[in-house]
């Protein structure tokens, strides 16, 4: 397989990922002196701070992807081709994909991260992540299907392992889906199974340091933790998850917790590329960067986002938060730069303008924090609402999304609970996947053959 893209007189710009920081990228080089080509593993942007909602049934995958062959449908010298990076060759400004092998004048890394299990490689492969569109329908699945289990099971001890749902994590993410899921418990399973018992179905939200949102105030960190609590959901901090055995979410301290829905959100890593020098990487397998978002080492490759640190920004010397916002004004900047560097201009350097941050627990319950002021409870929600669905792309997305949360606010209830397994497309998948795995094998030894 290869790209299939004509050779152009303009330099070519590789971009590797769709995600907040690629997508202004490739957005701000339209009409540019460059031929841009994306890269990403899925064909469709996703909006990560509403993926939890896709786990808990809220609203539809749909509202919150959106096809790049869309976005970019009316661009001049722009293509987009659906392939993983697997391993760059500088000295020949090579890049090689699970589809084939590119040359490029400029490089991007825009990967993003995916989970984190910190070298435990049993918890992961028991554990359900929710880092993508995919796993958090993986989620869903998994929830409504212990759900209807559990009305049928055999044993209490299976009734119980099935009713409990632990959640490992205390970022944003973690408090948004046990606030997701205490909704669910309130408002749906009165109506959708009477056969169960609120109080039977009970919500664990494990975290390691000593409070939730370590990255906001103790004032909000606090105010979340109350909302939690007053919802139902049992707070543990100061505990540290070891195992999962036997169904059982196994604590250091010795003690357990049985449970069949096991979710993992704590932490992220950098997603990993090949043949990239160990010098090169920082605290978390992050793309050591200058002030100008180049890869240290390398003069024409770039990475931007939460792939990268970088330590020359005064206000971070130890980086950036992994946050959309630091991805969009990466990305932003570098697309000036980049066009700066056609015209032979000078490159600026990044700072980081910090915008706030904000994350949300539940109907009217949300904390917000923002550089004059900070904010709790039914105003925050506001303000989580109002900035989330300006950010969604595309109009219908925004009309699909602010729909289904009018209709949650009034009929108390999420609407979209289907359990759906496509088995066949997943085995289609995984063979094309191995298939290219093997390709790029053998691509890869060829390359290094000829270097």
């Not at 808990?56 to 392939?83: L, N, Q, T, V, W």
């Not at 910090?354 to 917000?368: D, E, I, Q």
């Not at 998948?429 to 290219?436: F, L, S, V």
Request: overall charge positive; glycine content about 8%; charged content about 25%.
């Amino acid at each position: 397989m290869s790209f299939n893209i004509e050779q152009s007189e303009k330099k070519r710009v590789v971009i590797v990922g769709g995600g907040f920081g690629g997508l202004r990228l490739a957005n701000r080089l339209r009409n540019s002196p460059y031929q841009v080509v994306l890269i990403d593993k899925n064909n469709y942007h996703q909006f990560p701070p509403l993926i939890y909602q896709i786990a808990s049934a809220g609203i539809e995958p749909s509202a919150i992807a959106f096809p790049f062959r869309k976005i970019f449908k009316k661009c001049h010298d722009f293509y987009y081709r659906m392939a993983e990076a697997r391993a760059i060759f500088p000295d020949q400004k090579i890049l090689q994909t699970s589809i084939g092998k590119i040359k490029y004048d400029y490089l991007v890394f825009a990967a993003g991260t995916t989970s984190n299990f910190f070298g435990n490689k049993h918890i992961e492969e028991e554990a359900i992540p929710m880092k993508t569109l995919a796993e958090a329908m993986g989620l869903r699945n998994a929830l409504l299907g212990n759900l209807e289990r559990s009305v049928t099971c055999a044993t209490e001890q299976e009734r119980r392992e099935l009713l409990n749902i632990v959640i490992v994590g205390g970022g944003a993410t973690g408090i948004e889906i046990a606030g997701a899921i205490a909704e669910m418990r309130r408002y749906v399973l009165p109506k959708d199974y009477p056969e169960l018992k609120g109080e039977e179905l009970h919500i664990y939200l494990i975290e390691a340091c000593d409070r939730l949102l370590s990255g906001m105030s103790q004032q909000s960190s606090q105010k979340a933790k109350e909302f939690l609590e007053d919802m139902g959901v049992k707070v543990m901090l100061n505990k540290m998850v070891t195992d999962y055995d036997d169904h059982k979410v196994v604590l250091a301290d010795g003690t357990s917790i049985p449970t069949r829905s096991f979710i993992w959100v704590s932490g992220v890593r950098a997603n990993t590329i090949g043949n990239m020098p160990e010098t090169s990487l920082g605290r978390g397998g992050r793309i050591k960067v200058d002030a100008y978002n180049r890869v240290e080492g390398m003069d024409d490759v770039f990475c931007i986002g939460d792939q990268c640190i970088m330590t020359a920004d005064p206000s971070y010397p130890k980086g950036h938060p992994q946050l959309a916002q630091v991805a969009i004004q990466q990305g932003g900047l570098l697309a000036d730069n980049l066009r700066s560097m056609a015209r032979g201009g000078r490159l600026r350097p990044f700072t980081y303008r910090n915008l706030g941050s904000m994350a949300t627990v539940g109907r009217n319950r949300a904390v917000a924090e923002f550089a004059s002021f900070k904010t709790q409870g039914w105003m925050a929600w506001l303000l989580w609402l109002v900035v989330h669905l300006r950010s969604i792309l595309g109009v219908r997305n925004r009309i699909a999304v602010f729909f289904s949360w009018i209709w949650d606010y009034v009929s108390y209830g999420h609407s979209i609970r289907l359990i759906v397994y496509a088995r066949k497309a997943k085995e289609v998948a995984d063979r094309e996947r191995r298939e290219a795995t093997t390709h790029w094998g053998e691509d890869l030894i060829k390359a290094g053959q000829g270097k």
